[in-house]
Every structure is written in C-alpha cells, then in structure tokens.
C-alpha cells in the first residue's frame, strides 16, 4: 500500500500548473487623456463596463472611462484586452489538458504497477490495483466525450430577403444589404399621423430626415449572443435600439433623463413624438404595424439584429425574449415598462464619445440640425395634425383653452419655412437652413 501512496503523490505533483504572463516593470505606460490632452502613467490592467482600470506608480488603481483615452490608447485598449482573454481561454485548456493527462499517466501507472506485483507475488489483491487503473482511464474516456459532445450555440443567419420583403411594404423604405448588414433607407417620415395626444411637449414638430446612403440605418444580419447583455435601464438613453418596419427609429422607453416617456404624457397615440432635431421616433414598440406586416411576422429589428414581435403568451426571459427551437432568438412585446428589450440581448457596439447611461450604439445615423432646441410649453397639448400638401404640414395645439397653429413647410432647396399662429389669429414667420447637410 505504502508504493501507491508513493505514486499517487508522484503523479500529483506532476498535475495542472499555471504561470500568469507579465510582471512589474520599471516605466509605466504614457496614456493621453481627452479632451485637456492629459498626460497620465499607468500599468493597463483590465476593461470592465466601460472602464478601463490602471495601475499607477504608487501601486493604487484607478478607473477611467474608455471614451476619455484618444483614439490610438483605445485601440491599444482593445487589443490587450482580447489578448488577455484569448490568454486566459488558453490557461483554461491547457489546465483541463494536464488535469487529463495527468489522470491517464496514473491509471497506466495503477496498471503497471498490478501487473508488476501479479508477476511477482501471485496474489489476487494486487488486481485492485489494475482495475483502479482502468477505471481512471475509462473515467477520462468518459469525460472526453461528454465534453466533446457538449452542445454549441450556433445562431442562424438572418434571412435578409425575408427582412427586406417587410420593410419595402412601406412607401418610400429602401434596403441593400453587404455580408454584414441590412441597411435600411428612409425619411423619418411614417405613412400614419403624429403628434396627436402629447401633454408634455418641447415644441418640436416632425420634419424629413436623411436616412439614407452611408446615414442608412444598419442592422447585423449575423447576430451574436452578448456574454454580459446590456441593459435598457441603465444605457443607451440616447439612439434608437431598434428600428421598425416602416423605417422609423425607436429609442429606449426612458427618455435622456430616465423617465418612461410615455407615463408622463410626452408620447402620442402611436408611441412617438420628436427629438431635438425635429426628428420623429419612438419610445414604443409599434404595434400598430402588426396589421400591415401581417400576424406572426416582427414589427422591428432591434441594432443587435434580433427581430422585434408584438405581444405573447408565451413566457418570456428576463430580457423579454425567447430563444427558438432553431436557435434563433426574438424580443417580444409586453403591456407595461419596460415594453421590450429589457436587455440588448445580442453583441453591440457602443460610441466610445457617449457614457453611461446616456450612451448609444454605434455606428448611428445623423439628424440634420435645423432650428434650436426649444423648452416643454407646460400645459400645452397637441390636438391636431395634418398633411396640407406635399412637404406640407399643420399642427395644432392648446394652451389656456386657447388654441394655436404652426404651418411649416420645405422646398427643393432644403429652405424651411415656420409659420406661427396664435389665439387671435396673427401670425410671424420664420425660415431656416440646416447647418449640415
């Protein structure tokens, strides 16, 4: 007995070893801090929700945000960090290599060493040894297979021909596509009206936006699971995280100051109004869509590239969506907050000049920047809205029971005319040009 023990400790100090890459150098990397241009010494130690972690000469660590580093430290940034994980993948295999490969050199060993006292001593208790031995060995055998048949996620490629059939349904929607993305084209416009029944109001009203070419909207046609989903509650308060199938953006439910924009009256009856730039979008999934796209079909693609349904009775994660027999995966609908897209669900790529929580992914189209940003009108509440001719509109609130119209129009050379009326029927005009075209 006193020989195995002998081998067991043998075999076992020959077991899984592990080294760590790097040590403590003398000179600390020179990082450049933006936007003062400032200069700080550290040692890069990891990237965790955004925030890059330095050791600094005085042995303390300290936390800055990625988006602070210039433009060649984040992709210094990027590049050790997929390295230190790619490092750290292979650590854990070449662990689970020599855990292996030392159980198989003890169970030869067990065996060697029951077919060495058989041919000596002749005695039946040495055969415990063999079979110790091999059943170290079928245990290992056992334990390749399992591992090697351990299920994979594969997630299919999205149809892009399917997408596209929806989202050419609407007038004036365009798409093309490249190995990596459908891009959908449109002028921010919807073929439904706007703006009635908002109570919260920023005096905004909805103009053309050029969604189009390189300002197309994109969406992955090659999804990926995120390992850390990244929620909706506390990011991306800025951009659209889904786009619908009437080529009309839809941001998070929370407005840029985490409010439910739709529990405080700064939503009209399809779930929308107008940003800053006069751009209109939602802050509700569109379920008004579900009759022109037909039952069973998305009503939005989410810019990880999972599609968006209505509601379901089916049960849904934490994310609010399910996973398919297929191994696809789609969000769903539900009545009350968060409404959908509780957590990106699949792998996004952030602005590295916007933080959490007001944060978007990238890339996103631009808007075109018209008239300045105006204050909520308290008390105001959109009553009216129509179409009067071609680029043509009026909008119509009330304020003090009295009520107000603005007429506002754009002609072929991106000219924009406002005309305000107010209670007692006079009327100023006013014109403008976009900064950028």
């Known amino acids: ?6 081998i067991i400790l043998i075999v076992f100090s020959l077991g899984p070893i592990s080294a760590h890459e790097g040590g ?53 940034i990027t590049t050790r960090n997929e390295l230190i994980h790619a490092l750290n993948s292979s650590s854990t295999n070449t662990l689970f290599l020599n855990y292996n490969t030392a159980l198989i050199l003890m169970g030869f060993l067990f065996l060697i060493f029951s077919i060495f006292q058989l041919t000596k001593q002749r005695k039946l208790v040495h055969l415990s040894y063999g079979f110790l031995g091999i059943g170290l060995l079928v245990f290992v055998s056992c334990k390749n297979t399992t591992t090697s048949k351990k299920p994979t996620l594969n997630l299919p490629q999205n149809d892009v021909s399917f997408m596209q059939s929806l989202f050419e349904k609407f007038k004036g929607v365009k798409t093309h596509s490249d190995e990596n993305y459908l891009y959908i084209s449109s002028n921010g416009l919807p073929d439904h009206n706007m703006m009635v029944g908002i109570t919260n109001w920023q005096q905004q009203v909805p103009i053309n936006q050029n969604y189009s070419g390189t300002n197309s909207w994109a969406i992955p046609t090659h999804p990926k699971m995120a390992v850390h989903p990244l ?96 191994g696809s995966y789609q969000y769903h609908t539900i009545k009350n907050y968060p409404y959908f897209i509780a957590a990106m669900r699949g792998e996004v790529q952030l602005d590295p000049k916007t933080k959490a929580p007001e944060n978007q992914v990238y890339p996103q189209p631009r808007t075109q920047e018209l008239r300045p940003a105006l204050r909520p009108l308290r008390g105001a509440e959109i009553v009216g809205f129509k179409k009067t001719n071609t680029n043509s509109y009026a909008l119509t609130y009330q304020l003090d029971a009295k009520e107000y119209i603005i007429n506002y129009s754009w002609d072929s050379e991106d000219t924009y005319t406002y005309q305000f009326v107010n209670s007692e029927g006079t009327s100023t005009i006013e014109t403008y040009k976009p900064r950028h075209k």
């Open 231 to 326: 929620s909706t509650k506390t990011n991306l308060l800025k951009g659209a995280i889904a786009v619908a199938v009437n080529g009309i953006p839809i941001f998070n439910p929370l407005n840029n100051r985490g409010e439910d924009a739709n529990a405080i009256g700064e939503l009209d009856h399809w779930g929308g109004h107008c940003g800053r730039a006069d751009d209109y979008h939602y802050h509700l999934p569109p379920l008004h869509l579900q009759e022109q796209v037909g039952a069973g079909n998305p009503i939005a693609y989410a810019v990880d590239g999972f599609p968006v349904y209505g509601e379901t009775t089916a049960t849904l994660d934490k994310y609010l969506g399910t996973m398919n027999a297929d």
């Open 1 to 6: 007995m006193k020989h195995s023990i002998l």
């Open 24 to 76: 403590h150098g003398t000179l600390l990397k020179q990082w450049t801090i933006q936007p003062t241009n400032e200069i700080i010494a550290g040692d890069f130690i990891k990237v965790e929700n955004d925030q890059v972690w330095l050791m600094q000469g005085n042995h303390t660590a300290k936390a800055y945000l990625i988006s602070d580093f210039s433009v060649a430290d984040q992709k210094y």
